[in-house]
Structure formats: structure tokens, C-alpha cells
């Protein structure tokens, strides 16, 4: 029997079951296994993970776990990339969300973000948009998270979509990808300017009276317009950019 002791710092905390929680952790083994799956064997999704240390020193994920091995684990750091032996950089300002995660893909297309996102959306589908299109995979799952192929995803700490997408911003800040009001909040098109003769057949009577500037949607064609939607959204897309 070989043992090796882990810490999981910061918010790695949260994804451990309570009493393993700010304490060493003393984990008993028998076969060799890379330091990877040991971390995820404690519910932790490998994406969450930003610096691995041995014996104080930097290790990659692939590593062997030793006996005696000391593993200090530590959380993404805001806005910075884990040392490229673990991961190269994020992709700016591109997500994929899972299927549970649709509140808050809309709020994120509101900031102008670019975000993948079906009601009906196989997770080995999101997975592989991740991989394919170089997307940063958000979700709730730790599971999804774990599959071995996924290289850039956040767990989704949050429940409530407003506060999911302060959490996004603050780890994944992209601020030159932001555009409030630039793209369709059902379908991700981003949208262009729409002569009022255009689109009046999809508007209400009230609609056409009041307001003389619209963006239409390229994808959906949907109709947008600066109404009460957007008057009631805009403090909130301020308290996102200012936080
Ligand atoms: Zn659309």
C-alpha cells in the first residue's frame, strides 16, 4: 500500500464532500495513477485546476503518484491562464453551455459574448463543439467537466444566471469581446441594423409607432428595438461591466 496526501485550496473546497473540506486529505493507493485521475477521484474536475504542486514543486497533470507524495491542488486564479504545462490559454469570450445553463448563455449573448447553446444538447456534443470550435465549456456537471478530451471548462459555482455570470466574468474576463446589445439572445447571431420597411411585418402596432431604429437577427430573424426589454436590462449589463 503506497498513501499521498492532497490539499485542495480555495474554492476547490466547495467541490469536495464536507469532510474533506481545508484539510489534508490522506488518500491509500495500490496501483499507479497519474496525479490527474487521483484529483478527479475527489470529485474535482480537472478544468477547475490551475497549479498542481508536489513537494513544492509544479507538476503536470500526467504525473505518476508516488508514496509519500505531498499534492497541494490550487483553483484558477481570475483571469489568468494555468502555467502551460497544465493547459494553454483560454479562448476569449467563446463558451459552449450546457443544456441546463440557458439562462445564462442568454444573459452572456447580451454582453455580446459568443455562446453555444441548445435546450437539447447531448453532452457529448457539448464536449466536442468545446474541443472542436476551441470554446470554453460551462456547466454545472463535474462529470462533463472530467471527459478527458474537454481542455478549457469552468464548473458553474453559482446557482442564480445573474450571479453565474459575474462568476464567468471574473474568470474568464475577455473585455475587449464585450458588445451589450449586439447579438440574438435565442440563437447567438449577431445582429445588424434593419430598415423599419423590412421588419414591420414581424412587429405589433405599438411597436411600429413608437420606435424607428431595429436590428434584426441574421440566423433567427428575430426582431430587436431599443423597448422596454432593453430599458430593463441595461442595469444590469451596467452592474456586470462595472463588477
Ligand atoms: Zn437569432
Keep these: 500500500m503506497a498513501r499521498a496526501t492532497f490539499r485542495f485550496h480555495g474554492e476547490l473546497g466547495d467541490l469536495l464532500p464536507r469532510q474533506w473540506r481545508r484539510r489534508e486529505i490522506v488518500h491509500v493507493f495500490n496501483e499507479p495513477a497519474s496525479v490527474k485521475d487521483r484529483i478527479e477521484a475527489h470529485g474535482v474536475p480537472h478544468t477547475e485546476v490551475a497549479l498542481i504542486e508536489i513537494g513544492g514543486a509544479p507538476a503536470g497533470f500526467s504525473r505518476l503518484l508516488r508514496n509519500g507524495d505531498r499534492v497541494g491542488v490550487y483553483p484558477a486564479a481570475a483571469g489568468l491562464d494555468a502555467p502551460l504545462a497544465l493547459r494553454p490559454p483560454y479562448p476569449r469570450g467563446r463558451f459552449v453551455l450546457d443544456q441546463h445553463l440557458g439562462r445564462l448563455a442568454a444573459y452572456l449573448r447580451l454582453l455580446g459574448l459568443d455562446c453555444l447553446h441548445r435546450a437539447s444538447f447531448p453532452d457529448e456534443e457539448v464536449a466536442a463543439v468545446a474541443v472542436e470550435e476551441g470554446r470554453v465549456l460551462l456547466s454545472r456537471d463535474r462529470q ?25 466574468l471574473r474568470r474568464f474576463p475577455a473585455p475587449e469581446r464585450l458588445a451589450p446589445f449586439t447579438r440574438c ?47 430593463r436590462m441595461r442595469p444590469w449589463v451596467d452592474a456586470w461591466l462595472a463588477g
Design 144 to 168: 462533463l467537466l472530467m471527459r478527458r478530451a474537454v481542455v478549457h471548462g469552468g464548473f458553474v459555482h453559482a446557482t442564480d444566471p445573474k450571479a453565474q455570470v459575474s462568476e464567468v
Design 185 to 231: 439572445l435565442s440563437c447567438n447571431g449577431v445582429l445588424r441594423p434593419a430598415a423599419r420597411e423590412d421588419v414591420e411585418d414581424r412587429l405589433q402596432a405599438d411597436t411600429r409607432r413608437y420606435y424607428a431604429e431595429f436590428r434584426e437577427c441574421p440566423d433567427c430573424r428575430r426582431v430587436y428595438w431599443d423597448g422596454s426589454h432593453v430599458r
